[in-house]
């Protein structure tokens, strides 16, 4: 067997298990290394980049509508029904009462009442009895009766003829007084008492013709 250290074996003797072709004590030629191609992998970490943003950014987005959907929430709350409340029924108001003006602006306002129309009767009645008075002084009853008995009108046309002028009965009474005095003399009590049962005055009218006559 060849022994490749040993140096008297001749130069170019292959030794055993040497590759053929191959001149002994050479190595063989190196098998020329690839390169690795880097662009895939930069690629690969450029996709991989952008997966992890869009996570992230996906992520960020889905927090943030999920923080503004409770305050959402809070800022409508559910309606609550107003509590009913028991209105008590108000008095009705109270009819305002009449006062004495207002009482006389009606009665004012009011349309007088026709008067209604005098009879021929009447009428003749109102004149007999001025032309009377103008003659002498008469009481209310004494002047009724002088119409009735004396002219003949009804006690109806009588007593609206006396109704409807205008008599001072006291000046009648004090006029009648100085009459009878003029005639004869006459006591107070006597002057009074022929004043209310001759002539018809009453009581005070006669009373006050007395005085006026002095008596």
């Known amino acids: 067997m060849t022994n490749p ?24 030629p190196e098998a020329p290394v690839k390169k690795k191609r880097k662009w895939p992998w930069i690629v690969g970490a450029v996709v991989v980049l952008f997966v992890i943003i869009g996570i992230v950014g996906g992520g960020g987005d889905s927090d943030s509508e999920t923080t503004a959907a409770p305050a959402t ?27 004495a003006e207002s ?10 009442p026709a008067a209604p129309a005098e009879s021929a009767g009447q009428r003749n009645a109102v004149r007999s009895a001025g032309q009377y008075l103008d003659v ?50 006459f006591s107070r009590d ?12 009453t009581t005070e009218q006669a009373e006050f013709g007395a005085d006026s006559a002095g008596l």
């Open 136 to 185: 002498a002084p008469f009481s209310r009853d004494g002047l009724i009766q002088q119409l009735t008995v004396g002219d003949g009108y009804s006690t109806e046309d009588a007593t609206y003829a006396v109704d409807n002028i205008d008599i001072d009965y006291n000046e009648q009474a004090s006029k009648a007084a100085e009459n009878y005095l003029d005639l004869t003399g």
């Open 5 to 28: 250290n040993d140096p008297n074996q001749p130069y170019g003797q292959q030794p055993y298990g040497a590759p053929q072709g191959q001149p002994y004590g050479q190595q063989p």
């Open 103 to 112: 009482v006389e602006e009606v009665e004012t306002a009011a349309p007088a």
């Open 73 to 99: 929430t809070s800022a409508a709350p559910a309606a609550v029904a107003p509590a009913q409340t028991t209105v008590a029924p108000q008095p009705a108001p109270a009819a305002p009462q009449a006062t």
């Open 190 to 201: 006597g002057l009074v008492q022929q004043l209310t049962v001759g002539d018809g005055y």
